[in-house]
T-cell receptor
Framework: AQSVTQLGSHVSVSEGALVLLRCNYS??????LFWYVQYPNQGLQLLLKYTSAATLVKGINGFEAEFKKSETSFHLTKPSAHMSDAAEYFC???????????FGAGTRLTVKP | GAVVSQHPSRVICKSGTSVKIECRSL??????MFWYRQFPKQSLMLMATSNEGSKATYEQGVEKDKFLINHASLTLSTLTVTSAHPEDSSFYIC?????????????FGSGTRLTVV
């Protein structure tokens, strides 16, 4: 079975500061890893995905994530937070066929002016 | 590309009635659609996997007779909450994957907030 653990249900940063949202995964097969963002009362938008190619993945809105197999991690970062980044972020893991995607509990990002 | 439309976005219904939620892939064919339920400030819980032309596969603990799923075409899946009760109030989200290739990371609908009174 696959699962992800997001460390920190709530992260608060100042505008312009580094954003770091943590995600660790557990998988018995090579994982495919994703980060999604959710704004209030909306669906999920894909930020980026790791699919066994480059370990450093760049996504939309200036976000990137690095797959580290030795640490079973896939942390999401952004060098400089913007007010519009305030949202809920979900890490997800699946196997090749995507029929078993599992989500983490989510991390709420707050950006202070 | 890869747009999924979910309708309605909000619905309020009386206890004991049924509600149908539609999930449409607008610009691609989706062989597989997923239905999730999300409680306030919580993550998404997969309810069922819907494959076009076949019966849905439900996750453990999800009542298939209560949450009826129909995936009659490659662009439409519906979730019907039958005999709704207040505890069914939640945010329901669908996602869809493309036909003919592996699409890593399915496209999500905008969600439906169901309130049962």
């Amino acid at each position: 079975a696959q699962s992800v653990t997001q460390l920190g249900s709530h992260v608060s940063v100042s505008e312009g500061a580094l954003v770091l949202l943590r995600c660790n995964y557990s998988s018995s097969v090579p994982p495919y890893l994703f980060w999604y963002v959710q704004y209030p009362n909306q669906g999920l938008q894909l930020l980026l995905k790791y699919t066994s190619a480059a370990t450093l993945v760049k996504g939309i809105n200036g976000f990137e994530a690095e797959f580290k197999k030795s640490e079973t991690s896939f942390h999401l970062t952004k060098p400089s937070a913007h007010m519009s980044d305030a949202a809920e972020y979900f890490c997800a893991v699946s196997s090749y066929n995507n029929n078993d995607m599992r989500f983490g509990a989510g991390t709420r990002l707050t950006v202070k002016p | 590309g890869a747009v999924v439309s979910q309708h309605p976005s909000r619905v309020i219904c009386k206890s004991g009635t049924s509600v149908k939620i539609e999930c449409r892939s607008l610009d691609f064919q989706a062989t597989t659609m997923f239905w999730y339920r999300q409680f306030p400030k919580q993550s998404l819980m997969l309810m069922a996997t819907s494959n076009e032309g076949s019966k849905a596969t439900y996750e453990q603990g999800v009542e298939k007779d209560k949450f009826l799923i129909n995936h009659a075409s490659l662009t439409l899946s519906t979730l019907t909450v039958t005999s709704a009760h207040p505890e069914d109030s939640s945010f329901y989200i669908c996602s869809a994957g493309k036909l003919g290739g592996v699409d890593y990371g399915y496209t999500f609908g905008s969600g439906t907030r169901l309130t049962v009174v």
